[in-house]
């Protein structure tokens, strides 16, 4: 089974740039989310979507950050203008609940963003 | 404060050593628990869940104290490939489908 799948794996940019990281979530999951991994800052949730709806956006740092899931089976975040302060690892992940519990989180491999 | 908070480490320990691991949360409501393991340059990938009684795994056990609002974890006879960072994750108990992450312990597990 393929598991969540994330492309690019890595990306340089320069500041100022339009960036779209892209996400394959596992087929049958309904929740999809994104994160962002930082040494300062951990691991931060962004946005999450049920259903390709977004639910929750309130971890997006700012206007420049945006996100769309058009079908169960895509999903892209998208970063315009990027900035330096955006170098961090990009996560996606994809899960179900069962009632109000979540089954395992997975998560895609990760983008590794460079901003210079 | 934080939601979630860990000892981020490292903590260095011998092979066949044991080593616990705690993490506290914030909010009283939560209500599910998890330990997560992310080796270096990885993804995050699910350890296990924490029941209420405590539950073991192998060599890796795992209890909640909801009374102190901390969760643990033990590795009995640490082996090397058990170095990694070990998250700790809690699902708080509002409509809000979302996990909080802590910022993580780090093992490293010496020869």
């Known amino acids: 089974d393929a598991g969540v799948i994330q492309s690019p794996r890595h990306e340089v940019t320069e500041m100022g740039q339009e960036v779209t990281l892209r996400c394959k979530p596992i087929?049958?999951?309904?929740?999809l989310f994104w994160y962002r991994q930082t040494m300062m800052r951990g691991l931060e949730l962004l946005i999450y979507?049920?259903?390709?709806?977004?639910?929750?956006d309130s971890g997006m740092p700012e206007d420049r950050f945006s996100a769309k899931m058009p079908n169960a089976s895509f999903s892209t975040l998208k970063i315009q203008p990027s900035e330096p302060r955006d170098s961090a690892v990009y996560f996606c992940?994809?899960?179900?609940?069962?009632?109000?519990?979540?089954?395992?989180?997975?998560f895609g491999p990760g983008t590794r963003l460079t901003v210079t | 404060r934080k939601e979630v908070e860990q000892d981020p480490g490292p903590f260095n320990v011998p092979e066949g050593a044991t080593v616990a691991f705690n993490c506290t949360y914030s909010?009283?409501?939560?209500?599910?628990f998890f330990w997560y393991r992310q080796d270096c340059r990885k993804e995050p990938k699910l350890l296990m869940s924490?029941?209420?009684s405590g539950n073991e795994d192998g060599r890796f056990t795992a209890q909640l104290n909801r009374a102190s609002q901390y969760i643990s974890l033990l590795i009995r006879d640490s082996k090397l490939s058990d170095s990694a960072t070990y998250l700790c994750?809690?699902?708080?108990?509002?409509?809000?489908?979302?996990?909080?992450f802590g910022s993580g312990t780090r093992l490293q597990v010496q020869p």
């Open positions: 992940a994809s899960s179900n609940y069962r009632g109000l519990f979540p089954t395992e989180q997975y």
């Open positions: 087929s049958g999951h309904d929740y």
């Open positions: 979507f049920n259903n390709n709806v977004p639910i929750d």
């Open positions: 909010n009283s409501a939560s209500q599910s």
């Open positions: 924490v029941y209420s």
């Open positions: 994750v809690v699902k708080v108990d509002t409509g809000r489908r979302a996990l909080t």
